[in-house]
């Protein structure tokens, strides 16, 4: 989630407020989700934050002028996730062709779009770009995060497993906790700017204190849940892969922070008082989501 310019102390405090009861309200939804045990359930939830993450970012090209095909990013999104979340619930897996399918149609879906307007030097251009983007960015790297969870094939069984709504709350604890320590500790301590010219508020010591609340949070519940958590091994795969979601995440926020600032808009919507829109919270998610999957499917067997 990407950190506002630091606003006047007596601001502070509200922002922090609105920012605390947002976070618990969205982890009540989480839990009330997690232990549903429903797979349709999880697949709602993600997709409907993939949905308003999409609408979300092309309301912000079109507020800054970017002359995007927004009414085709929004639609190709709910296809995308139409298609991927009934293949889970089939077949157990995603077929190996849907990504490559999904962003060719987004592609050629795009350019076909632009072909019905004048060309308007570098703005036409502009235009595609940023849709196929949207689609990549938001729909297609979010929903690493169903992969996640399904990986086992268990959807196609009416069910989720405790191995995957575990490894849901996994990935989201070390993502979140890694923004709620570079907030916490660069509020109370930061002092060196980390990237001013993307996001002002970020500081390294902010940056270290990401990296440590990730292990805590990783560690933490790896040792709370040796069981459910059981596909790490041990310690080192995931200390291994906190570090690497920590990095992530703190990417992935910046990288909103890119958009935003290009774009001059403060938050990607009003979804989430204190926090912003459904881009601000799934930001990190769609970086950290995707390496967690590669880890766990590719990486992970070579190592236990």
């Known amino acids: 989630m990407a950190e506002s310019p630091t606003p006047p102390a007596a601001s502070k405090s509200v922002v922090f407020f609105r920012r605390t009861v947002s976070t618990l309200s969205l982890w009540a939804v989480v839990t009330a989700v997690f232990l549903s ?20 970012y092309f309301g912000m090209l079109r507020r800054a002028k970017v002359d995007a095909f927004p009414r085709f990013g929004v639609a190709a999104t709910v296809v995308y996730c139409a298609l991927l979340y009934a293949a889970l619930l089939r077949d157990g897996d995603a077929p190996p062709w849907l990504d490559a ?18 060309i308007r ?18 729909p297609y790297l979010f929903n690493f995060l169903t992969r996640v969870v399904f990986m086992d094939g268990a959807a196609a069984n009416g069910g989720v497993s405790e191995q995957g709504a575990y490894l ?20 109370l301590v930061g002092k060196h700017k980390m990237i ?25 519940l790896y040792a709370l849940f040796p069981g459910a958590l059981a596909i790490f091994g041990h310690y080192g795969n995931v200390a291994a892969l906190a570090f690497i979601l920590a990095l992530l995440a703190v990417i992935g926020d910046l990288a909103e922070s890119v958009v935003k600032r290009s774009l001059d ?12 829109g459904s881009l601000d919270l799934i930001d990190s998610v769609c970086f950290t989501a995707p390496a967690a999957y590669f880890y766990l499917k590719w990486i992970l067997p070579h190592t236990t």
């Open 101 to 118: 399918a999904a962003i060719f149609a987004a592609t050629v879906g795009a350019f076909s779009l632009q072909l019905l307007r004048p």
């Open 196 to 220: 001013p010219h993307v996001s002002p508020a970020k500081t390294w010591e902010g940056f270290v204190g990401a990296l440590a609340f990730a292990q805590l949070a990783g560690c933490g």
């Open 265 to 276: 808009a403060k938050d990607s919507g009003r979804f989430l008082p204190g926090i912003g």
């Open 37 to 56: 045990k429903a797979p349709l359930a999880y697949m709602a939830l993600m997709g409907v934050l993939a949905v308003i993450a999409a609408i979300e």
């Open 168 to 187: 849901l709350l996994w990935v989201l604890a070390v993502t979140k906790f890694t923004d709620t320590g570079a907030y916490l500790t660069g509020s």
């Open 121 to 138: 030097g570098l703005a036409s251009l502009t235009g595609v770009a940023a849709t196929v983007l949207g689609f990549v960015y938001i």
